[in-house]
Every structure is written in structure tokens, then in C-alpha cells.
């Protein structure tokens, strides 16, 4: 059968796949070139050669925003070859061979899902004639309470077990300090702050960035390293989880007022999943609060990310809320001038409910 189908392999002659094309053309838009991610060293080392010396010496993450231009993202097609593209990278990147004819998706099933997706996200074009105030920059944007996510957006370059890339641990910080303290006062500002609070800080490290003046009785970090958890100060108790093989929460209905997560939604590969848990261990009028940069580890966050804005994330991350029963769904701008971006998207469990 393998040499049947190796002769057919070879007297077939030569026909370029739609999503090869598309792919090539994709690698040809004016930006670093996506053959960056093809390096056997590492599926990321080239775009380190685009962040700042001091950046590098602080942690190894990357910034998104100079490494892909990703207003050239919208188009669905391109969207599709983007994805194939970085399958591919991730494959050659880990050894492995794909078939000849692997660009070659379900295209008249998925179509409607990439349609879908364009549809959303066009929804932040600075043509769209709406408006993205820095302190409700949802207030123009419709989120759909049903919706379904294309093929491959939650793939990742790096498809390896997540317990071996997080198993250093890594006691640096991940964003800048004008970055830390703008999530800080803004924590200082929204979290409640009455006696007896229990939170909980997903994907939690040795840091939670929590203001002086938030003193949660039960402070519960769930995370990757259980020495860098042991290194936070401001928990109670901690658990080591990987979300992405087991979403589901450790914890009885109605435990928690707060959840939090710092620069790791992400990263999430079923973040439908642990949003509808982050709900069902809140407890009525509890809220939770997501923040991100553009910062990232490239190889472990998720395509539908890699290919999006900063404005087009805060929409994803409301998408989530918004498909998992959250209310007062709000994000906000907290970046300050020459420092890390950082943004917010925040919501509340129904307190009726």
C-alpha cells in the first residue's frame, strides 16, 4: 500500500493547493516573514532578534505586535492559509512530515465558521465607524451569546506537553513595571474589598499584582509550577493544574467573589471551558478579571491570538464571557505612555442567579 501509494505520489503531476497558494501569498505581506518560525532551534528564535536587549534580559517572551502585522489578518482566506501555515511550522519545528496534499482542509464545512470569525472581528476596523473609548472599549461591539470557533483556532506552534514547557520555573516578571502598576491601581479600584473575600488566581505564579488594600481571607492560586506558586506571598493555598488537559476546576459551586487572570488567557487552548467554570465557582454578583499585554510565549498561545489586535483580544476575551453567561461585560485601555501595553476585560456573574 505505502509504495502504491508513493508511485501515485509520483506520476501525479504537480498541482498547487489552494491553501498553498494561499499560504505563500500570506508569507508574502510586508512584515517579519512567518519563515521566522520555521527555525529547528526553537519555532520562535527569529522574532526574538525583534524585542529590545533589556527585554531579553527580563524574561523570553515575545512582542506580538512587532512580529506579525496583523491588520492584514481580515481577509478569511488569508486567515485559513495563517493557520495552515502555522501547523506546518509547528510540525517541521517538532520533526514530523505531513502528506503531500494537507493544505487541503474541509473548506465547505468550516467556511461559514472563518465567515463568522471576519464578521467579528471587522467589528474593530478603524473603518467600522464605531468607537473604542479607553475606558469601555466594548461599548459599540455586539457579542453573540452563541458562536462557534473555526478549525485550528486554538491550535499552537508548539503542541507539546505544557507541564515540561512550564516545568522551569521562571521567578521574572512578564511585563514591565508601568504595565504592573497600571493592573494594580486598577485592582485597587474595581475588586471588592469587604471582609471574608475568597479569590482565586488562575494561572497564578510567584506574582498576583494585588493591591495593598485587597485582603482576601482564602487566596487560592491554581497553577503550572508549584515553586513559583510557593514563592507567592499573597496565597493561601495553591494547586498545580493544567487547564488546557483537565478545564475543569477543583472547586464547589459558588466558592469564589473574584477570579482573576494575568497575562495567560492566551494561552488557554479550551477557553470556553474554564469560562463556564470560572462562573460556576463564582459565586451570585462574584466578578472576574482577564488582563493581557502583547506579550506572549508565540510557540504556546493560540492561533485565533497570534492573528488578532490588542483591540480584537479584548473582543475574544468578551466573546468568552459573553458565551458563558457573564454580565456587565467591560474592558478597558490601561496603558500608559512608554511602558507594556495593558488591558482589562471584566465581567460579573448574574447576582441572582
Known sequence: MDLMLEERRRSSPARPSRMLILSLVLTMIPAPSLSAFLSPRHPSAALHRTTRPLRRQQDDHEDV????????MLNTALIMGFFGTLNFAGDLAHGNSRPDDWFEPDVSTAIGEYELLQDFLEQFDSG????????????????????SFPPDAFARLDESDDGKFYGEPRIVHHIDQGARKALTDFYAEYLPVHEGIAYLDLCSSWVS????????????GLGMNAYELEQNERLTEFVVQDLNKNPKLPFKDNSFDVVTNVVSVDYLVRPVE?????????????????????????????????????????????????????????????????????????????ASF
Not at 451570585?284 to 497570534?306: D, E, H, Q, T, Y
Open 209 to 220: 499584582h494585588l493591591p495593598d488594600n485587597f485582603k482576601p481571607k482564602r487566596a487560592v
Open 65 to 72: 505586535a512587532k512580529a506579525i502585522d496583523r491588520r492584514r
Open 274 to 350: 474554564v469560562f463556564r467554570e470560572m462562573y460556576r465557582i463564582l459565586k451570585p454578583g462574584g466578578c472576574a478579571v482577564m488582563s493581557f499585554s502583547n506579550r506572549c510565549f508565540v510557540s504556546k498561545a493560540i492561533n485565533l491570538w497570534l492573528t488578532t489586535t490588542n483591540l480584537q483580544h479584548c473582543g475574544i476575551v468578551g466573546l468568552y464571557f459573553k458565551m458563558t453567561g457573564f454580565d456587565n461585560i467591560q474592558a478597558r485601555d490601561l496603558s500608559g505612555w512608554g511602558t507594556d501595553p495593558m488591558y482589562v476585560v471584566f465581567a460579573e456573574k448574574d
Open 128 to 147: 467600522s465607524g464605531k468607537s473604542f473609548p479607553r475606558d469601555n472599549l466594548l461599548a459599540e461591539i455586539i457579542l453573540p451569546v452563541e458562536y
